[in-house]
């Protein structure tokens, strides 16, 4: 690939599910089955050691990978998905943002936005960053009140400044190794270590997750948030289709925006300069600034403002 094509890659945004579940009370010890104990014995022990996991990686984060061993299979996985996205996905995207205008697209991005933030939280928490975790349930709380469920965002009228995290960066800043580039059906990209973060946030921190499984209505009802959700993730991705529609190698193109875009997330927004160019294969005499690349994209997300639209 050209090197103008490095610096279009980093500006695609990967979005991925983010939230958080409230969870019910343990029920007293005394009235507890033995099996129960058990399986909180269980429970406890590894929590115990992800914990000392995270303590012994001491946020070490493992070199980015730049092969894909598995690209012959990526690449059918890559073209199902993009023909399943052109007839049934992205034309119900457009229906979508033909049936609503732009104040109400926004509104529900930002209720999507809020709900999920507990997810941020929790794995700041898990990160050992507390006064991140603390500044972000400060904006979810503001956004759940005075801003009526969230559909509004007066957290940024008030300066509180927005995050997102998620497992993946948290296995990174543990040590976990990055893996295999992988591209599954109806996924997308993913990775090796990345591709825990579904399921564990989904299951554990989502609370539209946390609402579907205990609900039960008719014609699977209960899950209608969630397929909106994705519906708005779509929609705001057409706006960027330009950018794959310009791409030599749309798969390239996504597998090396998505590796940069995880490698920007795993450093909190200020990768540092050496994994950049390893990532991007560059070094000095190619004339490569990873600075100026940082500032478009910051550029970039400041213009977008990082929300579905």
Not at 229 to 246: H, M, P, Q
Not at 254 to 265: E, F, G, I, K, S
Request: aromatic share 10%; net charge positive; hydrophobic share 40%.
């Amino acid at each position: 690939m050209r090197g103008s094509d490095h610096h279009g890659r980093l500006l695609v945004q990967i979005i991925i599910l983010r939230g958080t579940i409230k969870h019910r009370p343990t029920p007293k010890a005394a009235s507890m089955h033995p099996t129960t104990l058990n399986r909180i014995a269980r429970i406890a022990r590894t929590t115990l050691g992800l914990v000392a996991v995270a303590l012994l990686a001491a946020c070490h984060v493992a070199p980015p990978r730049t092969d894909d061993p598995n690209e012959k299979l990526n690449r059918k996985v890559f073209a199902f998905n993009d023909k399943l996205d052109k007839a049934v996905i992205r034309p119900v995207a457009v229906g979508y943002r033909k049936v609503t205008n732009p104040p109400v697209r926004t509104a529900i991005s930002d209720f999507y936005t809020n709900i999920r933030l507990p997810i941020t939280v929790a794995n700041d928490l898990l990160q050992f960053r507390p006064k991140q975790a603390l500044q972000t349930s400060g904006r979810f709380v503001v956004n759940l009140t005075i801003g009526f469920l969230g559909f509004k965002d007066p957290a940024s009228l008030l300066g509180i400044p927005m995050e997102q995290n998620d497992f993946g960066v948290t296995l990174a800043r543990w040590g976990v190794p990055e893996g295999s580039y992988l591209v599954l059906p109806f996924v997308g990209p993913t990775t090796v270590r990345d591709v825990w973060r579904l399921p564990v946030d989904s299951y554990f921190f989502d609370p539209l997750s946390y609402y579907g499984r205990n609900h039960d209505f008719k014609y699977g009802q209960e899950y209608i948030p969630q397929v909106l959700y994705l519906v708005t993730l779509r929609s705001r991705g057409i706006d960027a289709e330009s950018f794959l529609a310009s791409a030599y190698d749309p798969y390239v193109f996504v597998r090396d925006a998505y590796r940069q875009q995880r490698l920007y997330n795993i450093y909190y927004g200020n990768p540092p300069a050496e994994a950049i160019e390893e990532m991007q294969g560059l070094n000095d005499d190619q004339g490569f600034d990873p600075d100026k690349l940082l500032q478009e994209q910051h550029s970039w997300e400041k213009k977008n403002d990082q929300k579905v639209e």
